[in-house]
């Protein structure tokens, strides 16, 4: 399977900390997206980094990328209570794959305030 | 603009009858998919479209759920007729690229089936 695995499946911080999320993923890439899902939303792009880059910057958002490992970081600092909500990551494959973008289960984050 | 627009947000029914959701993309994007969320299997891709024609339906539980893109502006999915397993939240998402770019995902529609 494609399919990304988030980890740690539920984070609970204090607001200020930092929040890290792991992706792991089975197969080769094109890209790998993060995406945000508030409590009863849909769920909204973050960043996207492409498998020819290694880290990726938006606002407080910092993502890295490790092709070799298959996995994928996603950093959140100085964390808000704003910022509690599931986290997926999604990995788009090769054409071998259909080249459709396919998600993980995700992190749920709390911040506590 | 406006966002992906879903339709209903919330739906109610019972096993057997049938149940169709709407989406509406945003403008000019020529990618449209729909996916099924559950606490068991996650987001699952059910469908996808481009330019209006149907690419890949493979995620499509079963003949029960047929979708259909009659023009650019307008998307349905339909359950006929409908069991309790098919409770679900149904995201519709469109996007620029055909495959592997961003999506803009609408608020979703939630539907139970008693």
């Known amino acids: 399977s494609q399919q990304g695995e988030e980890d740690p499946q539920a984070l609970s911080i204090q607001e200020g900390e930092n929040a890290t999320m792991n992706c792991s993923y089975k197969?080769?890439?094109?890209?790998l997206q993060w995406y945000r899902q508030n409590s009863g939303r849909g769920l909204v792009h973050l960043i996207l980094?492409?498998?020819?880059?290694r880290e990726k910057h938006s606002g407080r958002l910092r993502v890295t990328l490790d092709t070799s490992k298959k996995s994928s970081s996603l950093l959140i600092t100085a964390s808000r209570a704003a910022d509690t909500a599931s986290y997926f990551c999604?990995?788009?494959?090769?054409?071998?794959?259909?080249?459709?973008?396919?998600f993980g289960a995700g992190t749920i984050l709390r911040v506590k305030s | 603009d406006a966002g992906v627009i879903q339709s209903p947000r919330h739906e109610v029914t019972e096993m057997g009858q049938e149940v169709t959701l709407r989406c509406k993309p945003i403008?000019?994007?020529?990618?449209l998919f729909w996916y099924r969320q559950t606490m068991m299997r996650g987001l699952e891709l059910l469908i996808y479209?481009?330019?209006?024609?149907?690419?890949?339906d493979s995620g499509m539980p079963e003949d029960r759920f047929s979708a259909k893109m009659p023009n650019a502006s307008f998307s349905t999915l339909k359950i006929q007729p409908s069991e309790p397993r098919d409770s679900a939240v149904y995201f519709c998402?469109?996007?620029?690229?055909?495959?592997?770019?961003?999506?803009?995902f609408g608020e979703g529609s939630r539907l139970t089936v008693l």
């Open positions: 998402a469109s996007s620029l690229a055909q495959l592997g770019g961003e999506l803009f």
């Open positions: 197969t080769s890439i094109n890209n």
């Open positions: 980094i492409r498998s020819n880059e």
């Open positions: 999604a990995t788009v494959g090769g054409t071998e794959y259909g080249n459709k973008l396919v």
């Open positions: 403008s000019g994007h020529n990618s």
């Open positions: 479209f481009n330019n209006n024609v149907p690419i890949d």
